[in-house]
Each structure stands twice: as C-alpha cells, then as structure tokens.
C-alpha cells in the first residue's frame, strides 16, 4: 500500500509585499511532491474616512509578517463583505501581505493563507485587531518524518519526505515525545529537521 505524503513549503521576499508558499498538501497515492503556491497581489493600502491613523499604523507593522489569529474571525472580501462559509480558526497561521483597507470603521489586512490546500485566487482579508505576530522559524526536514497528532497519536500512512522546509510555529512535549507543529494539527518529531537550517521569519 503506498502511502501518503504531507508537504509544506515557505518562501519569503524580503522588501516586498509578496509571499510565495506551497500548501501542506495530502497527496493520496502519489509518490511525487504535489506544490500548490497561492495567486498574490500587491495591494496598496487604501485610502477611507473610517479607519484612524492608530488602527493604520498597527496594520502596517503586520506587512510581510506572519501572524496566529487570536480569535474565530470572519473573512472579508476587497468591498468589506463577509465571505460566505470563510472563517478562520483561532490559532490559523496568515501571512500579510500588506494590503490594507478600512470599511465601517474596521481596519482590514490582506492575507494568505499558506496552509490552505487550495490557490487563493481573490484578495481576502482579516481584522487587523483579531490577529498577532509570532515567533515563526523555517527548517528544512533532514529525512523523513511521520506526522503525529497534537496529542502525540502517529497518523498511520501520512509522512513528510526529506528536504522538504516546513514553517514551524509551535512546539511541544507529549509523553517525553518532543514535536514541533508546522500546521494546526499536524506535528513532527524535532530530531527530524536540521537545525542549523533554521531561519527566523519574523524579523
């Protein structure tokens, strides 16, 4: 029975508002890495009678950061409308890409999403207050690593292959099992990436 491959994969511009990223991605009997790398724009922020300079300024020291979202939050498109069957989960990981956009009095960040399975191919966006930068640090896996559930559980046939560089957000211990998190669910044990690999993100 062949098995299946988790990736993830994340690049970041530098001096740009522009992020790249493959998507996690489960590749059901497949022995190729299937990519998935979002649509992205450049957004300049735009210019409204609603948002005050505070809420701006907040907003632009989120461009090209990636951020949790600290609370259950609506998806919004370009116009401020409430996207149908969107919402992000407290704890989903965004990267902001800069656009920014004030509607009845909400001050609105563009993001994307580089966990989604999905090419995000209209802008959406984010309240600015629901979300906060934190520590993200990419690796490269050194070989290859089963997956495990938050709760330290192997999940049975699904791995990510060596070389792959995945966005580790989190880490924890589960039993004296120590595992980093690159999604909101899935984990990995830290002895499988090279640590010297390590790039800090968020600078």
């Known amino acids: 029975m062949k098995q299946k491959m988790l990736l ?5 511009t530098s001096l740009s508002l522009v992020m ?10 497949t022995t190729s890495p299937a990519t998935n790398q979002p649509t992205t724009s450049t957004t300049t922020p735009s210019k409204t009678t609603n948002g005050n300079s505070n809420d701006i300024s907040k ?11 600290t609370k259950a939050s609506a998806v919004y498109d370009k ?6 069957k969107a919402k992000m989960k ?5 990267y902001i ?3 920014i956009n004030s509607v009845k009095n909400k001050t609105l960040v563009q ?6 399975s999905s090419k995000q191919t209209k802008a959406q966006y984010v309240e600015a207050k629901n979300v906060k930068v934190f520590k993200a640090v990419s690796y490269k896996v050194k070989k290859r690593a089963d997956v495990y559930t938050s709760k330290g559980k192997l999940r049975t046939g699904y791995y990510v292959p060596k070389g792959k560089t995945l966005l580790v957000h989190k880490t924890k211990t589960v039993r004296g099992l120590k595992l980093v998190g690159f ?7 830290w002895s499988a990436l090279d640590h010297k690999s390590g790039k800090e993100l968020n600078k």
């Open 20 to 29: 790249s990223a493959a998507a996690p991605v489960f590749a059901a009997e």
């Open 183 to 189: 999604t909101s669910k899935d984990f990995i044990k």
């Open 79 to 84: 116009s401020g409308k409430v996207a149908k």
């Open 90 to 94: 407290k704890g989903t990981v965004l």
């Open 111 to 116: 993001f994307l999403n580089p966990n989604s």
């Open 8 to 12: 993830s994969f994340v690049g970041v």
């Open 59 to 69: 907003a632009l020291a989120l461009n090209n950061k990636y951020v949790k979202v």
């Open 97 to 99: 890409t800069g656009g």
